[in-house]
């Protein structure tokens, strides 16, 4: 049972960098390959900002 419950809070769980990161670039509905790394590098620098990283 506690092995069920570990495995369902790692896949239903806290989302990840990665999730959210995702969810933006797809907000933005980007046409193509260009837009979709220019939008990971302004994501990634804007959230390196606000983490003070």
Do not use: W
Not at 12 to 41: D, M, W
């Amino acid at each position: 049972m506690t092995q069920l419950l570990s495995l369902y809070r790692k896949v239903f769980g806290k989302q990840t960098k990665s999730h959210y990161l995702e969810q933006y670039i797809n907000s933005q509905n980007p046409n193509c390959h260009q837009q979709v790394e220019e939008l990971a590098r302004d994501y990634i620098y804007h959230f390196s900002t606000l983490k003070g990283l």
